[in-house]
């Protein structure tokens, strides 16, 4: 039996209506850079970029050096890079992962992140045999969670005093859970 790793490795483009879901590559520094620099396009992921040999070594290190699960999201029409999509926090032995996404602002509200998500979601539990699917987001985001839910995954829970925020002095994140199950994805689809 194939595992996990060996049907990613099949999986490395996924196409979906608008999107081209496809390996980054270090061409893609410069359109990543754009936004990973960008205070309100990462307030609620990681801290920002202050160079763009900061983006080509993060490309580096975790697009390159382990690309299975991690797609760039490209806009089929013109061919722009606008965005990533992750599965992490893979384990192959209960077949189950973390979904995690970025994408520049200019995009926000065209329901193209949601569409990379049930691209990632349909893989995962149709060609990969996942059983679980977990994703998470910064109460104060509620934007992320309105895509985890057009997506078809459902919430869980809400953790309070789930970290403190790395980019504002004081600020304690609660965090809010999202799941979807092999079980509720094949009947809802």
């Known amino acids: 039996m194939e595992n996990i790793y060996v049907k990613l490795s099949e999986n490395l483009v996924l196409e979906t209506e608008r999107l081209v879901l496809r390996p980054v590559t270090l061409d893609?520094?410069?359109?990543?850079?754009?936004?990973?620099?960008?205070?309100?396009?990462?307030?609620?992921?990681?801290?920002?970029?202050?160079?763009?040999?900061?983006?080509?070594?993060?490309?580096?290190?975790?697009?390159?050096?382990?690309?299975?699960?991690?797609?760039?999201?490209?806009?089929?029409?013109?061919?722009?890079?606008?965005?990533?999509?992750?599965?992490?926090?893979?384990d192959p032995v209960l077949k189950k992962a973390a979904i995690g996404y970025i994408i520049n602002k200019k995009y926000w509200n065209r329901g193209l992140t949601t569409e990379a998500n049930r691209a990632v979601?349909?893989?995962?539990?149709?060609?990969?045999?996942?059983?679980?699917?977990?994703?998470l987001h910064d109460k104060d985001n509620p934007a992320s969670g309105k895509v985890m839910e057009k997506s078809g995954m459902r919430f869980s829970h809400e953790e309070p005093y789930a970290r403190m925020d790395k980019k504002e002095p004081g600020r304690i994140v609660t965090r809010i859970h999202y799941v979807l199950t092999k079980e509720d994805y094949f009947i809802n689809k």
């Open 121 to 135: 979601i349909e893989l995962a539990f149709e060609k990969i045999g996942m059983n679980k699917l977990t994703a």
């Open 28 to 90: 893609d520094a410069e359109a990543m850079f754009e936004y990973v620099s960008d205070k309100k396009n990462t307030r609620y992921t990681f801290p920002i970029n202050l160079s763009l040999e900061e983006t080509k070594n993060n490309i580096a290190q975790f697009y390159l050096a382990n690309p299975l699960g991690r797609w760039g999201i490209e806009l089929k029409s013109n061919g722009q890079f606008i965005g990533t999509i992750d599965l992490h926090k893979i």
